[in-house]
């Protein structure tokens, strides 16, 4: 049986990339079970020819990945004070009540909670959202559904604001989960989603943006589709830098809102580049495939020569990235984060150890090969340190580049 869009029904699903099989990318490893087998699923893409809506089958749920959770959107200084920003921006009344959903350790409700302002966090990671009740952010403990949104609504009121920053590809049942901001918002309210944009995935090469825990990847012309079957109406949207290109969607309940010029010019923009036709998707595996070859030869040619490599970041795209390039110990012998959780464990698949950050100024590596290359701006100033003995930075993405 022909595998159907999970949003229009169609099965009408083209191949856009295939990255052969791999572990859920945050799936890392004790050491005691380094021993065990791993479980991999194939990672293949598809774009819906009817809607556009790009998509991996849910071969995965929800709840396998997001009732423990391995990342914690505070340790990134950039990320909090994209969240403090959105905050100030925002014209939050004393008497407003605001609900972010996958709210994940507080990082953006914190500065809701230090105005003063009404807020709720819904946050289906136990660990993280511990973290968040412990900062001082009351979060509750649950996936987001239509039943869960109406209960919120019930107990706390309509929410004047809805945020959902990063969790709209999360989520397999996306009608069901609209349906759910639909319940969060008041009539007069506004929903706020951010979703990496699939037109700059495509554009620079972020393939490793593809993970099992991303059920699909949006333009402007899906998303608005998705946002209107559950009752949502898309108005505006801004692009933003964040995760190598992101897209903010405005959304509010009436379905006769018009929307903003800038609707009209992204929709625009995606169809130039040929994303809602076939066409604009075909060459897209060969980019992967180009991107691939030229880390591997990078990483060995540095082995051969006897240089030393390090790895810095164990972000979910790095995994995509280390196991679909076949990446082994033997080429990147650690990576090092920031966050505790990770320290001592391995990266999925791959079995790659995880340090802390100090490692890396102890150890002096001539290169070091930044994963969470979204982040560039605010690790060139964390690893300017490593100029220090002459060590340079390797990004994979977009395309392969060392710099000083």
Known sequence: MAAACRLCGSTGLAGVVDLGATPPCESFLTAEQLDEPETTFPLHLRV?????????????????????????????????????????????????????????????????????????????????????????VPTLTAFLTEETGRRVRDEHGPADLVVANNVYAHIPDVIGFTRGLRALVADHGRVSIEVQHLLTLMELNQWDTIYHEHFQYYTVASARRALASGGLTLVDVELLPTHGGSIRLWAVPDPSAEPSPRVTDVLAM?????????????????????????????????????????????????????NHCGIRPDLLPYTVDRNPYKHGRFTPGSRIPVLPPERIAADRPDYVLVLPWNLRDELVEQLSYVREWGGRLVFPIPELEVVS
């Open 48 to 136: 819906c020819t009817e809607c556009w809506l790009a998509q991996l089958p849910p071969l995965i749920t929800p709840e396998q990945t997001f009732t423990e959770y391995a990342y914690f959107s505070s340790y990134s200084t950039s990320w909090v004070e994209h969240a403090r920003r959105f905050v100030e921006e925002r014209d939050l009344r004393p008497g407003a009540f605001v609900v972010e959903v996958a709210s994940n350790d507080g990082y953006l409700l914190r500065h809701v909670v230090e105005r003063g302002v009404r807020c709720l966090g819904i946050e289906p990671s136990a660990n993280v959202g511990q973290a968040a009740r412990d900062a001082g």
């Open 270 to 322: 995606e169809k130039a580049a040929g994303l809602h036709e076939l066409s604009g998707y075909h060459d897209f595996a060969a980019r992967v495939a180009k991107v691939r070859r030229d880390l591997l030869r990078f990483l060995v040619d540095a082995a051969e020569a006897g240089h030393t490599v390090a790895g810095y970041g164990a972000p979910g795209k790095g995994n995509t990235l280390l």
